[in-house]
């Protein structure tokens, strides 16, 4: 089985392994045939770091032969990848963008420009990150809230506070935490490691109106991008969020969301 695009993944392949020193992992820099040292990794040198049988890396670099993720992320790892070049790795090798960031670390904080962004916008706007801490947020997003205070935890508030469940979010279990659950257990395998999502998990699982909902889980995975759900305003009264979503290429996992507020008709 073919690459996607093999012609990019060698490219990408051949670049990185020229960047690495192998004395610095153990191994002899290679020879030319003058006797001169090469830089970078040999093909032959990849088998050994990868613990597979001769020719098995070449055949990949080729892009002649497929592997599973596990092989993909040792290879990534041993070449240093950034979170773009692995994003291109599983895009000319498998076809798709990966399942998980390579580093569990990303989407922690996004690019000042971001934020920036964010307080410009006039409709209610914010940046959270991979756990849904509140990272940025502009004054009409605070108008929402009854006491014009978000809270530190977007998702945190919206599955399990009170306030959220009766007063702001109408139709909650239907409209909103059964569209919500499925992105918290996204959240958790992209991120299992993660502290604020395993308590966030934790305290779903326990509370007595989310606990159940969330156990039953669900088949699919659901993205805000799009959506329109049922809120009360604070200031505006009942009405739709329609809601937009981006990801910052550089903070996989972190999220802008747009809230365009329109008010239900009298």
């Known amino acids: 089985m073919r690459a996607a695009m093999p012609e990019a993944l060698q ?18 820099r290679p020879r030319d045939r003058r006797g001169h040292q090469s830089p970078g990794l040999t093909q032959s ?29 040792r290879l990534a790892r041993i070449l240093q990848l950034t979170a773009h070049q ?14 998980y960031p390579l580093d569990p670390d ?30 940025m947020w502009n004054d009409a997003f605070t108008e929402m809230f009854p006491d014009r205070r978000p809270p530190e935890n977007i998702m945190r508030w919206m599955l399990l506070s009170e306030e959220a ?14 569209m919500m659950m ?3 257990v996204a959240a958790r395998s992209a991120h299992p490691e993660n502290p604020t999502l395993m308590e966030l998990e934790r305290d ?27 809120v009360i305003h604070s200031k505006l009264g009942p009405g739709q969020a329609r809601l937009g979503a981006a990801e910052p290429r550089s903070s996989p996992g972190a999220r802008l969301i747009i809230v365009e507020f329109v008010p239900d008709e009298q």
Request: net charge neutral; aromatic share 10%; with cysteine.
């Open 204 to 230: 779903v699982r326990a509370d007595k109106v989310a606990g159940p909902i969330y156990r039953k889980g669900t088949a699919a995975y659901s993205h805000p991008d799009g959506d329109a759900r049922p």
């Open 182 to 184: 499925p992105q918290l």
């Open 45 to 73: 040198q990849m088998d050994t770091l990868l613990r597979c049988r001769h020719g098995t890396y070449h055949a990949f670099e080729r892009g002649t032969r497929t592997q599973s993720g596990d092989f993909l992320e």
């Open 86 to 99: 692995w994003e291109s790795l599983w895009l000319f090798a498998v076809g798709h963008a990966p399942p």
């Open 106 to 135: 990303s989407g922690l904080d996004v690019p000042p420009v971001w934020k920036n962004v964010v307080q410009q916008l006039s409709t209610m706007a914010y940046i959270s990150n991979v756990a849904w801490d509140l990272l």
């Open 11 to 28: 490219s990408l392949l051949a670049e990185a392994r020229g960047r690495i020193d192998p004395v610095a992992l153990g191994l002899e």
């Open 165 to 178: 469940r009766s007063r702001v979010l109408l139709d909650w279990e239907e409209s909103w935490a059964k």
